[in-house]
């Protein structure tokens, strides 16, 4: 009778937590879904204007039917739901545990969810009413609130305040210490070191390559995206109309024919330009200032437009809050169940796994997100000086075939910044079944000035993994093969992956090419 009422107990305790889980998540979801999908309708709007107007868009025209699929919604909206949506679904959950047993109960608790909205809804709307992320803080924490507050009240499972105490004291100290490590290479050493070296992980950076970017469209400033739609209104006197053309042009902003549905519009009154967005005048500068420094001007534009930073900055804390907080909980229910038994207090079970969780908190905060050992092109500054003792292990490890002393060799190559056509035996590892290894020989050719790179790169640009070819492209720019220009838009317009078409295109900037366009309209050529 006694077990069958533990298990019970036990059972309506998982129910507590589970059930506001799973509701806030399917909130989030939805929401999400139904966010992402209009982004993408405006999104496919704005690619039919520069389509028709005859520019090289991006995504593709091979992309846009997936715009108006919701299934592409649906997965997209799953970024939202696992970052914004869990992180709101804890703190909803986290009120109604901490206030449900104080005075007030669930009221109190209430109040306390109430200024938790209202504050949210003021600060993710400071930078101008934005009705699409307001939407998650009311119809994700609510629901989760209240259901929480009725089945915790049921379990009969009250939380001692010096747990929940302990609880928040050890999550602040490993978060203060992760914010502190934390870089923006962070995620990519994530990736690199633990998620592309198994089945599983892989299939996650493969999800997130295609499907990431039309969540991020969401809430891109005007610089973040990869091109906009603009009507631009001059004078019929206005000598030069075919340099200020270029100019926009060249800052990703692309004039179309009067009509609705742009970014963007701009006219010339006065020597100034006018910017408007939407029904609104958002910014003028004089004429003089643009022609000096126009990407001051499209940044100052992009500043005073982006209604989104907050919520941005939202979903990056989410995600790191996510990362930390579901280890953490993990850990700390299986330690504090093992040691229950065996201390014969639940207190003292409990101050036990939450010790265990600090120490192995702080040790990965501390030592993983600020390797002294990261292989990022982007961090290191400066090439040093390779031992020769070193440089025989590199030439013995591309040379070996055995796969640990490849990768050793290879991530050794990156960090000297060597120039990898130098090594006998390189090539074969262009066609490794390793994914990694043919990642890291992408970036290695980044180094080299050899001839022979050229044609490497045109292998690895075949690779039939998505993930390979944007860093084949990405190379590309940085090798600076202006000729390969033509076959990089020609790609362009033949993939069916927008993450591989904007690395794409970001090469051709790079590679210093710019948008031709008819001088007596608006309308340009592909080519």
């Known amino acids: 009778m006694n077990h069958e009422l533990k298990k019970n107990g036990f059972l309506k305790s998982v129910l507590a937590i589970a059930a506001p889980f799973l509701t806030g998540l399917s909130a989030a979801q939805i929401w999400a879904s139904i966010h992402v999908y209009l982004s993408n309708r405006d999104l496919a709007g704005m690619l039919r204007i520069l389509d028709n107007a005859g520019y090289l868009i991006i995504p593709n025209r091979r992309v846009l039917p997936l715009l108006a699929d919701f299934k592409t919604a649906f997965m997209g909206g799953l970024f939202f739901t696992f970052s914004v949506g869990l992180f709101l679904t804890i703190i909803a959950l986290a009120i109604s545990r901490m206030h449900h047993h104080s005075a007030g109960g669930l009221n109190s608790g209430a109040g306390r969810l109430g200024l938790f909205i209202v504050f949210s809804l003021l600060w993710v709307n400071i930078d101008g009413l934005n009705p699409l992320a307001s939407v998650y803080f009311i119809v994700i924490p609510i629901p989760v609130f209240f259901l929480s507050g009725m089945l915790h009240k049921s ?40 998620l592309l070296h198994g089945e599983t992980g892989r299939a996650v950076v493969d999800f997130y390559y295609t499907y990431t970017l039309y969540p991020a469209q969401t809430f891109k400033s005007f610089k ?85 930073r907050n919520f941005r900055q939202l979903t990056f804390v989410s995600i790191l809050t996510v990362l930390f907080i579901i280890p953490y909980f993990l850990v700390y229910s299986i330690v504090r169940r093992s040691l229950k038994p065996f201390l014969n207090s639940d207190n003292k079970a409990c101050a036990g796994a939450l010790t265990l969780c600090l120490i192995l908190g702080t040790v990965p905060a501390i030592c993983f997100f600020h390797s002294a050992e990261s292989i990022s092109v982007e961090t290191k500054n400066g090439t040093p000086p390779a031992m020769e003792a070193d440089m025989e292990k590199i030439k013995a490890g591309i040379a070996s075939g055995d796969t640990e002393e490849q990768r050793r060799a290879l991530e050794s190559v990156l960090r000297y910044k060597l120039d990898i056509t130098r090594f006998i035996g390189y090539r074969s590892i262009l066609e490794s079944p390793v994914l990694y290894h043919r990642y890291l020989i992408t970036r290695a050719l980044a180094f080299s000035r050899s001839p022979a790179a050229r044609n490497d790169i045109r292998i690895l640009l075949e690779d039939p993994e998505m993930f390979i070819v944007y860093n084949a492209f990405d190379t590309v720019g940085r090798l600076g093969y202006r000729n390969m220009i033509p076959y990089i838009l020609d790609r362009i317009r033949a993939s069916d992956q927008w993450y591989v078409q904007w690395y794409a295109y970001r090469a051709l900037k790079r590679l210093g090419w710019s948008r031709p366009y008819n001088a007596n309209r608006y309308r340009l050529p592909e080519t």
């Not at 010096?162 to 050890?170: E, K, N, P, S």
């Not at 004039?255 to 939407?278: A, M, N, S």
């Open 155 to 194: 379990s009969g499972t009250p939380v001692s305040k010096w747990i929940l105490g302990g609880h928040l004291a050890v999550l602040l100290i490993i978060g203060g210490i992760g914010m502190t490590r934390i870089t923006v290479n962070s995620f990519v050493e994530f990736r690199d070191k633990i």
């Open 224 to 308: 973040q995206k990869t091109m906009k739609a603009c009507n631009l209104t001059l004078p019929p006197t206005f000598g030069e109309r075919h340099r200020l053309i270029r100019l926009f042009i060249n800052g990703n902003y692309l004039p179309v024919d009067q009509q609705p549905g742009v970014d963007i519009k701009i006219r010339l009154e006065d020597d100034h330009l006018i910017f408007q967005h939407g029904s609104s005048e958002v910014m003028q500068t004089a004429l003089k200032a643009f022609y000096d420094d126009p990407f001051a001007i499209f940044d100052e534009l992009s500043a005073q437009t982006d209604i989104n």
